[in-house]
Each structure stands twice: as C-alpha cells, then as structure tokens.
C-alpha cells in the first residue's frame, strides 16, 4: 500500500522512488517504503493550505476537534501491540519501551484533547466604559511537522497532538530512518476522521523534501526536533518568509551526583540516564558530574552495571538494551570512541563492538565509560548520541553548578542528592530546559519541555506546547463610536 499520504489520499512518490527500511538488529531489510521528493513534499504543502484556508477544520469548535483527539487516542490502545512491534522493527529498542512509547503518545493526545478546552481568550480592562477589549486565539496555519529517528511516534505525537486541536493544517515528516509508526499514527488518524489535506505525510530524506516544507511561502510554522547543524539550516531557511519556527536541538546533559546519596541508587540512575535505548536520547544524561570523595565508588558500579546489560533483538524478554539505528550512527559513536582516546580520557569498559556471534549482523555497540574527562575534550563538549558516559569531579557545589552550566547545551539536567535546600539551589543554577532531582528521564505531558541556548527554542507539551500552535489578537471595539477629532482643520 502507497505510504504517502496528501489531500485524504494514499498515493506513491510521483517520482517513483522508494527506500528500503532496515531492522538495526540484522541489518535487514524488512519493508520498503515510498520517496517522497520536492514534487510530492509540495503537494502536500498545498493541500494543506487549501484544507486550511477553504476547509472547515480551522472553525469546527474545539470540542469536536478534541472529540477526534480522543478517538485517536482510542485506536492507538487498540492497535499498540502492533504499534510497539513495528517500532522495536524500525528503531532497534526493547518492545518494552516500545510499548512505554504507545501509552506515553496515548496520553499526549488525551492531555491536549483536555487542555484545548481551557479558556484562554480574555477581556482586557482598558480603563474605559464605552470600549470592549478582547485577547482571542486563531491557529497558525499549515504547519510543517519534522521529528527524529530515536522516538520517532512519540515525538511526532508531541508536535501533531496540539497543532490538530489548535485547528490548524500540518504535513508530517518523520525521519526517513524510522518512518513507519508515523504512518501508522496517519491511519489512525484518517480512521478517527480527520478533514481530507488537514493531515498530510511525507516519506522521504532532508535534503529531498526538506527545503520546501520549511522555506515554502505556503508554510506558516515549522517545528523540528534533531541535529544542531540540520535546525540552524532550518533557521536559516525559514527566515526569508518570516516563519515561526521552534526547534529541539540536542543536548550534553549533566548529571550532578553528590556524596549523600544512597550509593546503589545512583548507580541505577545513572545507569538508565545514559544507556536507555543506547543512548541515543537527546536528554541522555551522558556527563557525569560526581563529587570526589565517592566517584572511584561510584564508577565502580557503574562499570560493572554496564558490563552485564543484556542485549540482543527488542523483541526478545529479558533483553535489555538494543543496538543502535544503523551502521552510519555506529561509526559516528566509534569515530567519537577513537576521539576519547585521543583527547587522554581512560577508557574504564565498552568501546567496542560486542563478540557475541548472535550480533554480528546488527549494529550493537558495548556501553562504553570514559573516566578523567574534563571540559577541554570534544567527547564532553559535544552530543555523541550514543552509550558513552563521560565522567568528571567536583568537590564543592559551587564547582558542581560552573560544570553543569559549562556546556553550550541547555536542554536537561539532573542533580542526585538527599540535601533538600541543595537539591533546590543547584535546581535553580543550572541553566537547563528541565532539571530532575534525584530522578533522570521522566517526563509528563503536563509538563514543558525544550531547551535553552543552542539546545533551541520553543517548548513542547504543557499549556506552552499548545501556545506555539495559536495565534494571539486583540480585538478593540468602541461601543460608542465617535468623530476623534484630532484633526479640526482650523
């Protein structure tokens, strides 16, 4: 059956091109999908902008349009076996997490079929009783929907849950790596309802389909969630037609761990902050920040935790960790192995591929801790998206906070200690986009979420998530309308 999906069709790459889709754990292929190119990717758009601007969708009251939220919340619980499979397939993660993600994006769509029916128009007080003043809300328009390979459904659904509900048009582009719970997340949603050119995907790579669905005059916003250098090319792109754009760019995100903690605690979490689905997380809790007088303690558990994870395929029980994406992203996380070495940090475990016959075939990679790390090596600078931990030391707070701030990053971050008015202050220090406190990783959609300095801008999920996807206006109205008579012509 075609995979793209443009003005309430199914339909192929007009170009008829297609792109094989590969299961990390052999290295097979197991579906092949179509291509989009610019041709398709602007039909799309254009769909968009008719469904918008001649359609009924951006007028239908909010609570039939969160009635539709619902309903599709309601076929993703129905379908979240096959769901989950298909994304342990695509991206190489336990079924486990997978199923996690179908019931992470199931309370997306429930929370924002919730929060759209809070008021937020409002009158304003002018000072004046003969005038009327108004703050309302209009959707944005035709919104460009561009999400990453490592959750590929779970943060589709953070981006295309509001902008449906705020009643806009959205063309949806997953990665070209992972494509396929996002066009199951389209069927759902054409099953639930939705107008004919409200919802539109495209399958294809950035460079084939990217320049128009973020520098096309027809789109009013674009929300992208990946690589630094891919979201400053967006920035940039967007900029001649004047888009909103909100992106998510990645972090190197602290872990602050200090002396009164439970030690086997910290271990745990240190562990599932940085080697959860590989590491390949944007808020991966990668640098380890330790106080000094427990870090040999501290690392020693670490390592030796790593060295037993289990892996092997997603869909097998008791396997714990996958491998990563693709042979591609393997080498990058190998050529920043090599980097490590290189720049003197002491490789304590990993760093290689796994010896197990069973694995060769798939792109595993061992986790991997490096120790003596400081900020001068690029392994501590820069996102390396894969199981690497690096470790530094500290012996007083204040060092503690200048670490966890020394990054261009600013996406998350996570302090570990029993200390409640320090947990508070370093909390408040340090300059990320979410600070867990004896915790790493969990989120909710209540709650916002997105990054400070080159981590991007904008935030996801919360009241926020669903503000980037409204436009405000004010409406005055004199009730008793006269002649100003500023100019007499006297």
């Known amino acids: 059956m075609p995979e793209l999906f443009v003005a309430g ?13 590969v299961n990390p754990y052999d290295g097979r292929t197991f579906t092949v999908v179509d291509e989009a190119g610019a041709a398709d990717a602007e039909a799309a758009v254009l769909a968009a902008r008719a469904a918008f601007d001649a359609g009924t969708w951006p007028s239908t009251p909010v609570a039939e349009r969160a009635a539709l939220l619902e309903r599709t919340a309601d076929l993703l619980q129905r379908d979240r076996e096959e769901i989950a499979r298909t994304e342990t397939l695509d991206t190489g993660k336990t079924l486990a997490e997978a199923r996690i993600d179908v ?23 002018t000072g004046r009783d003969d005038v009327l003043s108004r703050v309302v809300h209009h959707p944005v328009g035709v919104c460009s929907l561009i999400a990453p390979w490592n ?9 295309v849950a509001p902008a449906l509900v705020a009643g806009n048009a959205v063309v949806l582009k997953p990665s070209e790596v992972t494509p396929l719970s996002t066009v199951h997340l389209v069927r759902l949603l054409a099953e639930a309802g939705v107008p004919d050119g409200v919802v539109n995907l495209v399958l294809g790579g950035g460079a084939a389909v990217g320049p128009t669905l973020t520098s096309h005059p027809a789109v009013d916003l674009v929300s992208f969630t990946g690589g630094l250098a891919t979201g400053r090319g967006i920035l940039k792109a967007a900029a001649d037609t004047v888009k909103r754009v909100t992106v998510e760019l990645g972090g190197k995100n602290p872990n602050i761990v200090f002396a009164d903690v439970d030690l086997e605690v910290a271990v745990d979490t240190v562990l599932t902050g940085v080697f959860l689905h590989s590491g390949q997380v944007c808020s991966s809790g990668t640098r380890l920040i330790v106080e000094e007088s427990i870090a040999d303690d501290l690392v020693a558990g670490v390592v030796e935790r790593a060295r037993r994870i289990r892996f092997g395929s997603g869909l097998v029980d008791g396997v714990e960790s996958g491998p990563l994406v ?9 050529a920043y192995v090599t980097l490590g070495l290189e720049e003197g940090a002491t490789l304590l475990t990993g760093g290689r591929r796994p010896d197990d016959p069973d694995l060769q ?8 801790v490096f120790d003596g790390c400081d900020r001068s090596m690029r392994i501590v600078q820069e996102e390396t998206f894969g199981p690497i931990l690096t470790v530094e030391r500290f012996r007083t707070e204040a060092e503690a906070v200048a670490l966890g701030n020394d990054t261009t990053y600013g996406l998350a971050g996570a302090v570990q200690t029993l200390d ?3 947990g508070d202050r370093v909390a408040a220090a340090l300059k990320h986009g979410t600070v867990w406190i004896n915790d790493f990783g969990p989120y909710v959609p209540q709650a916002e979420w997105g990054g400070q300095r080159m981590s991007g801008n904008g935030r996801e999920l919360g009241p926020s998530g669903l503000a980037e996807y409204r436009e405000s206006k004010h409406v005055w109205r004199n009730t008793r309308p006269a002649a100003p008579g500023w100019f007499t012509g006297s």
């Open 9 to 21: 069709e199914w339909r192929s790459a007009l170009a008829g091109e297609t792109r094989e889709v």
């Open 103 to 125: 019931d992470d994006v199931t309370a997306v769509f429930r929370y924002y079929a919730r929060e759209a029916l809070v008021e937020v128009d409002r009158t304003v007080d």
């Open 151 to 159: 959750y590929p459904l779970l943060q589709m659904s953070w981006k």
């Open 326 to 334: 693709s042979a591609q992203h393997r080498e990058k996380v190998e």
């Open 361 to 368: 075939r798939g792109f595993f990679y061992e986790p991997t």
């Open 420 to 422: 409640v008015d320090r």
